[in-house]
């Protein structure tokens, strides 16, 4: 049984910084493309950043220079960090894995950015 496991959301200030991770188990990790997507209240999910099992990386215009994605196939762990934060990332933050027509999704983290 596939599970995503993401941890580390929370209220920040504006300006502020948060790490979300995701855990996965029961898949094989490190062949798998993983993803962070985010859903504020009344929009679509969206795509904030993926790493493929290779390492390339792909981010929305919205986070790059801000948000950096990456991974650790020793721990089945893939990491978002996210550096000034600003009230627009508030969402819910989901963690994604794709393989070979495979999709799961993990059950999601709050960030909230006050200003």
């Known amino acids: 049984q596939v599970q995503l496991v993401e941890s580390g959301g929370g209220l920040v200030q504006a300006g502020g910084s948060l790490r979300l991770s995701c855990a996965a188990s029961?898949?094989?990790?490190?062949?798998?493309?993983m993803g962070w997507y985010r859903q504020a209240p009344g929009t679509q999910r969206e795509l904030v950043a993926s790493?493929?099992?290779?390492?390339?990386?792909d981010y929305a215009d919205s986070v790059k220079g801000r948000f950096t994605i990456s991974r650790d196939n020793a721990q089945n762990t893939v990491y978002l960090r996210m550096y000034s934060l600003t009230p627009e990332d508030t969402a819910v933050y989901y963690c994604n894995l794709r393989l070979i027509g495979l999709n799961y999704w993990g059950q999601g983290t709050q960030v909230a950015v006050s200003s």
């Open positions: 029961g898949i094989h990790f490190s062949l798998s493309t």
């Open positions: 790493i493929t099992g290779g390492g390339v990386t």
